[in-house]
T-cell receptor, first 114, second 114 residues
Framework: AQSVTQPDIHITVSEGASLELRCNYS??????LFWYVQSPGQGLQLLLKYFSGDTLVQGIKGFEAEFKRSQSSFNLRKPSVHWSDAAEYFCAVGKGNAGNMLTFGGGTRLMVKP | EPEVTQTPSHQVTQMGQEVILRCVPISNHLYFYWYRQILGQKVEFLVSFYNNEISEKSEIFDDQFSVERPDGSNFTLKIRSTKLEDSAMYFC????????????FGQGTRLTVV
């Protein structure tokens, strides 16, 4: 069965600092990988996705993620964090034959210090 | 921009009562999903729906749950006899197709069973 692990439950960074959120997955074939963001009281907004091709994917709001098959990882990065990035971030993996049926990680709550 | 709309945003119901959560998916989407997120836990897949029938469901989606697309626009989740442990945020999502596209999520309905 597929699974997703986000090792960091909480992360605090200073505004303007760089950010990396970790995501490791377990899946028997080429995964469909996603990062979603959830602001308080809001739904899930897609930041970026990886289906195939270039392993470095660009997303919205200045985020990027890199798929590393050898490490079963899909870490999310941003070079300079803004206070508005404070939210919960979810990594998810989709089944190869049904890309939209997602298994989510536990989430990482990002706090941004002024 | 098209979006998935869920109503109500918050519903309180008594244990044992039936509840119907409503969703209006994006109009040209063909695949529909329900997920739930119990407070403090992961987002979990419940069910997927295509061509007026369930295409996959998780172990959570037992006989107490049902889904329906009663007309061309709404997609509903019914819980027949609610239990305290059904308290959660329920997300509806829709996708244009199964492969190589992402799911778009609604804002969620917070269900509180008392």
């Amino acid at each position: 069965a597929q699974s997703v692990t986000q090792p960091d439950i909480h992360i605090t960074v200073s505004e303007g600092a760089s950010l990396e959120l970790r995501c490791n997955y377990s899946y028997g074939a080429t995964p469909y990988l996603f990062w979603y963001v959830q602001s308080p009281g809001q739904g899930l907004q897609l930041l970026l996705k990886y289906f195939s091709g270039d392993t470095l994917v660009q997303g919205i709001k200045g985020f990027e993620a890199e798929f590393k098959r050898s490490q079963s990882s899909f870490n999310l990065r941003k070079p300079s964090v803004h206070w508005s990035d404070a939210a919960e971030y979810f990594c998810a993996v989709g089944k190869g034959n049904a890309g939209n049926m997602l298994t989510f990680g536990g989430g990482t709550r990002l706090m941004v210090k002024p | 921009e098209p979006e998935v709309t869920q109503t109500p945003s918050h519903q309180v119901t008594q244990m044992g009562q039936e509840v119907i959560l409503r969703c209006v998916p994006i109009s040209n989407h063909l695949y529909f999903y329900w997920y739930r997120q119990i407070l403090g836990q992961k987002v979990e897949f419940l069910v997927s729906f295509y061509n007026n029938e369930i295409s996959e469901k998780s172990e959570i989606f037992d006989d107490q749950f049902s889904v329906e697309r009663p007309d061309g626009s709404n997609f509903t989740l019914k819980i027949r006899s609610t239990k305290l442990e059904d308290s959660a945020m329920y997300f509806c999502a829709s996708g244009r197709d199964r492969m190589n596209t992402e799911a778009f999520f609604g804002q969620g309905t917070r269900l509180t069973v008392v």
